[in-house]
């Protein structure tokens, strides 16, 4: 089972959904990057789904988002690589307890399987799984690597990189003024729906990535595409392009031509399906109504450790 992303700038991810934490190791980071801890707990809070000013895109406190990531703090404890919020340059440990674990929540699973998600092929690869809320492949594991994330967000800021990520669709809806509404809709009829995040990069310098192998476009679909419940990616013209003639499109390149980033801002759409664990499909369990909402900076983390292994 591979828990390492990159191999320059590496994140190693460990832990269950209910185990006693999850937590990660990154390795490769430089010595003298300044932690900015408030902008890595904003972040955090975002993928939780709770409310606070300026850091919520949709404020939807109670609406569609899962009961455990309201009440889970999602306090980080530094245990290597860190000193005075300032890093060593030596490997960067950090856990985060999990302080409302309810495994009792999905004894139901022991003998059975969840349709649409990842038990079945679990246990018929390794002959064993965690049933306690799908232990790895549950979504509960995305907070470390927004932790991970973060901290590549800074560094990349420092050299003047900015990535942002914003929910542009749920469902059919398009208009941000109703996507509250729309999702508190389908939480009503025990229900859920899917979205679409589209993610911004502005200044990355011309020449990143590699011809071959080693596209850009690449790396920031495997990165994006590793997220639970990430179904697609698309940048520049993307499956809009198909229906367009070339004369019409040639100038769109989504800021990467050939797999190499040409300087202009790179634009790139992903999408998140609805979670089929739902009490209208008799699935017991606090799950989103659109789990879309709270993967916003989920994309930008991945988004961050694929842009800064190029670095």
Sequence with gaps: MSNTFGDKWSFTSFGESHGAAIGGVLDGVPAGLHIDFAQIREALERRAGKR????????????????????????????????????????????????????EDYEYLKHTYRVGHADKVYEQKYGIRDWRGGGRASARETAARVVAGEIAKQELSAKGIAIHAQLIQVGAETDP??????????????????????????????????????????????????????????????????????????????????????????????????????PKAGVKGRHDACVAVRAVPVVEAMTALALVQFL
């Design 52 to 103: 606070r000013e300026g850091v919520s895109e949709l404020g939807i406190e109670g609406k569609g988002v899962s009961a455990r990531a309201q009440r889970e703090p999602d306090e980080v404890e530094w245990l290597s690589g860190v000193k005075e919020g300032v890093t060593l340059g030596t490997p960067i440990a950090f856990i985060i307890r999990n302080k409302d674990a309810r495994p």
């Design 177 to 278: 003024a109703k996507f509250t509404d729309t999702i508190a809709s389908y939480q009503r009829e025990g229900d859920s729906i899917g979205g679409i995040i589209e993610c911004r990069i502005n200044g990355l310098p011309v020449g990143t990535g590699e011809p071959i192998f080693d596209k850009l476009q690449a790396h920031l679909a495997y990165a994006v595409m590793s997220i639970n419940a990430c179904k697609g990616f698309e940048y520049g013209t993307g499956f809009g392009g198909v229906a367009q003639p070339g004369s019409a499109i040639n100038h769109l390149s989504g800021g990467i031509s050939g797999g190499i980033s040409d300087g202009s801002e790179i634009l790139f759409r992903c999408v998140f399906k609805p979670t089929p664990s739902t």
